[in-house]
């Protein structure tokens, strides 16, 4: 193990965290001692279920095992919080096999985000909460853990209310409350019209994305409003939207226009800016919270409250 990172002074009370890999396999297992080792100097309890030696072509296990790790993780009386080891592809080919009963019926907070968006609708449809919030990956950067994305993951694991504060241009003036829900706009995409379909009406949606060109972004977006899921929101929130490439014949079409089209053709706010996605710095945010949305000159105050 390289470079060991020193635990911050904002570290929050001691837990027993257990981690599951159901997607992809770590790109790199040196980040994953760095991971676990860090979450132990904070003086949490740690059960990894991941094994690399159980690696199979891209995942992080067979699909059996991963199934196994997962009700495994769920059926242990210790553990308080199961948090997912990275993202990338795998857990739809879970979602058959898991007992999504049995895992909602387990007591635990389950945390992720990305392809982890799967077990965040599931949780969602059963009336759990869950946590979009930071996988091992994002403990175990070589230059540093972010106090920013340490500092939310401890307040929202803290209490029964969390906020998360944030810049949007061109956001109008406004004040509404709606439950939260959302995630990768992909997977939620890839799920409509499917059993793992979950839709809140009158709910706050957030959506991020990596690696998606705002052309394949609005696509997906046109996808929910044609399916009539856009226009029964209070609102959209976007948070991170990178890692693509514009090209010349994108003659001026970016990101920015693509907003801009999309807030022309429907009948409700959408906010971006929200610090949250595929980035160092980001927030948590309990899906299945009572949510709070102010917006003043651009300044934007998302207030959640919730019981886990």
């Known amino acids: 193990m390289q470079n060991t990172i020193a635990a911050p002074h904002n570290s929050f009370s001691p837990l027993h965290i257990a981690i599951v890999a159901p997607s992809g396999a770590p790109l790199d297992?040196?980040?994953v001692l760095r991971g676990l080792a860090f979450l132990r100097q904070l003086g949490h309890q740690v059960h990894s279920y991941y094994q690399p030696e159980e690696k199979f072509q891209r995942f992080a296990a067979s699909d059996q095992l991963r199934v196994a790790h997962f009700h495994a993780a769920a059926a242990n009386p210790d553990v308080d919080v199961v948090i997912a080891l990275?993202?990338?592809?795998?857990?739809?080919?879970?979602?058959?096999y898991l007992d999504?009963?049995?895992?909602?019926?387990?007591g635990k907070i389950f945390v992720g985000y990305s392809d982890f968006t799967l077990m965040h609708q599931a949780m969602l449809a059963r009336g759990v909460k869950s946590v979009a919030g930071p996988m091992l990956g994002d403990f175990s950067h070589i230059d540093g853990v972010s106090d920013y994305t340490l500092q939310q993951f401890s307040?929202?694991?803290?209490?029964?209310?969390?906020?998360?504060e944030f810049m949007s241009q061109g956001a109008p003036d406004m004040q509404l409350n709606g439950r939260l829900w959302g995630g990768n706009l992909a997977m939620l995409v890839h799920t409509l019209g499917t059993p793992y379909w979950t839709q809140i009406d009158d709910g706050i949606l957030f959506l991020e994305d990596i690696g998606e060109h705002p052309y394949r972004v609005e696509r997906m977006l046109l996808q929910?409003?044609?399916?009539?899921?856009?226009?029964?929101?209070k609102a959209i929130i976007l948070g991170?939207?990178?890692?693509?490439?514009?090209?010349?014949?994108?003659?001026g079409y970016d990101f920015a226009e693509m907003l801009k089209y999309v807030r022309s053709i429907l009948r409700i706010p959408v906010l971006s800016g929200l610090p949250f996605g595929h980035i160092r710095d980001h927030a948590s945010l309990v899906i299945g919270s009572d949510a709070h949305v102010r917006v003043e000159d651009g300044s934007v105050m998302l207030h959640m409250q919730y019981l886990f």
């Open 100 to 106: 999504l009963d049995l895992l909602a019926q387990s």
């Open 29 to 31: 297992e040196d980040a």
């Open 240 to 251: 991170d939207f990178s890692g693509y490439r514009l090209a010349p014949h994108d003659n």
């Open 155 to 164: 307040t929202c694991l803290s209490g029964n209310a969390h906020r998360v």
């Open 86 to 96: 990275r993202g990338s592809y795998g857990l739809s080919r879970l979602m058959p």
């Open 224 to 233: 929910l409003h044609f399916a009539g899921v856009l226009d029964k929101q």
